[in-house]
């Protein structure tokens, strides 16, 4: 037989008599597998299994082979060695069984010794696993298989028999529950994916059994085992709000900012997302410690159509917990895209008071500025916030930018005045005053003028004031 073949190795857990452990490898061959189970030294197994073979009843005997059927069982304790050879010939199944290299009698202590170790090695290997599958099915469905799948004694046999149960035709009222007591019947984050991902296209057909896959990942600790199960779970379609609620779940037990992007920018690509929905992720984005990775949900958030006033305060609510400010004025330039509600207004203008960069404060108020339906309150806060702040110069450019609106009323430009009036440097408020000069005038108030005045007065220089003074004759 050519070995030149490609090597798995699985190592698994068992009790004996509730103290030892053994490892098992596994060669695979064409067509066949070398397994190998040491018991902490005491005792090992070798086997080498051909083809495929189905055990009787009671685990004690092979009943049937394939015609290329080849088994071997080799056990040595303590330097003993005992071994047995079932191989497929033309008159049924040959048996050989061995004492150290002396050839003895099947009957009756090789078939003795048989009846010992077939039952502890079909449930520590795969070793006839798809007849006794078919077998346990065909006496008690699903749930006999489920039971059997429980005794197990290592993952990788335990994913092994629930993909061989998910082979067959079982009703699909049977895939939720499998799921649920196979995936948590494991510990190994890699098997629970595995037979996850195998029986995806099944399982996605059912709605109680999607929501268990989705249940199954909260279970997993790995960030990434968890991911790729759920991610290719919602590349077969839309997720239901109930989903979502299981997957935001799932999420929340992430550690990796990383992992928790990934899930969520795959649920923001549905194209059903409900403002429900939404929501749920934005509200997910709060236990996310990167500001580069919570930007990137709240601006992709921001992207979907049709938010409520409760998913822009949810948005309000997670930059506030954004350190940088860069990041912040990423999300809030988005989000001064759609016309706010007033009370949403009146919460960003607040947050804005929480920054420490005047430049990207300033950013931030003008987009305020061309974006937004402001009533006099809200239009006096912002401007207070933005340009009450110690840098002449943004006060001076922000103030500048608000003289451009359209449409300002007169009690508009006093504020803009009275604001102006906070300015320190006799030149940006000069400046101010300047720009504001032709459209006082316009408006030909008395009051608007005086405001005007009051501004000027707090000039210093004769030069500037001067300046200020002739602009508005």
């Not at 929501?211 to 919602?234: G, M, P, W």
């Amino acid at each position: 037989m050519n070995r030149i073949s490609r090597y798995l190795t699985i190592t698994f857990w068992l009790c004996a008599a509730g103290l030892a452990t053994a490892q098992e490898s596994v060669l695979y061959t064409r067509g066949s597998q070398k397994i190998t189970i040491n018991k902490s030294g005491v005792s090992s197994f070798n086997v080498e299994v051909r083809g495929k073979l189905e055990l009787t009843d009671d685990d004690k005997d092979i009943k049937s082979m394939s015609p290329d059927g080849y088994l071997e069982i080799t056990k040595t304790v303590f330097g003993n060695r005992r071994s047995l050879v079932i191989s497929s010939g033309n008159n049924g199944l040959k048996r050989e069984y061995y004492e150290g290299r002396t050839l003895v009698e099947f009957e009756p202590a090789g078939r003795k010794w048989m009846s010992e170790i077939l039952p502890e090695l079909v449930r520590s290997t795969t070793i006839g696993g798809e007849s006794r599958v078919n077998r346990f099915y065909q006496k008690g469905g699903t749930r006999a298989v489920l039971n059997e799948i429980k005794s197990l004694e290592s993952d990788y046999v335990k994913v092994f028999y629930g993909n061989a149960l998910m082979s067959l035709t079982i009703p699909d009222k049977d895939y939720a529950v499998a799921i649920s007591e196979i995936t948590s019947g494991m510990e190994s984050d890699h098997y629970r994916s595995e037979f996850l991902r195998k029986g995806m296209d099944k399982f996605l057909k059912n709605k109680d059994a999607t929501q268990a896959v989705f249940a199954a990942t909260q279970n997993f600790e790995s960030d990434h085992y968890r991911t790729e199960v759920i991610k290719e779970a919602l590349s077969a379609g839309p997720a239901t709000l109930d989903n979502v609620k299981v997957i935001l779940q799932a999420t929340s037990k992430m550690e990796s900012d990383h992992y928790k992007t990934e899930v969520l920018s795959s649920l923001l690509r549905q194209n059903n997302l409900t403002d429900a929905m939404v929501a749920e992720m934005i509200n997910a984005t709060l236990t996310m410690e990167s500001d580069h990775y919570r930007s990137v949900i709240l601006s992709k958030a921001l992207d979907k159509p049709g938010l409520s006033a409760a998913s822009y305060k949810k948005v309000v609510e997670s930059v506030r917990g954004l350190e940088s400010d860069h990041y912040k004025t990423q999300v809030l330039t988005e989000l001064l895209q759609n016309n706010l509600p007033h009370d949403e207004q009146m919460s960003l203008i607040d947050l804005l008071s929480a920054f420490d960069s005047d430049h990207y404060l300033t950013q931030v108020g003008i987009q305020f500025l061309k974006k937004q339906t402001l009533d006099d309150a809200a239009f006096q806060r912002l401007l207070e916030t933005v340009a009450g702040r110690d840098s002449d110069f943004y006060a001076s450019s922000f103030l500048q930018a608000a003289l451009q609106r359209q449409g300002l009323s007169k009690q508009n430009l006093i504020i803009i005045l009275q604001v102006a009036g906070g300015i320190e440097s006799d030149h940006y408020i000069t400046e101010v005053l300047v720009n504001a000069a032709p459209q006082v005038k316009a408006q030909n108030d008395a009051a608007l003028k005086d405001a005007y005045r009051q501004a000027a007065r707090k000039i210093e220089s004769d030069t500037y004031y001067g300046r200020a003074l002739k602009a508005l004759d």
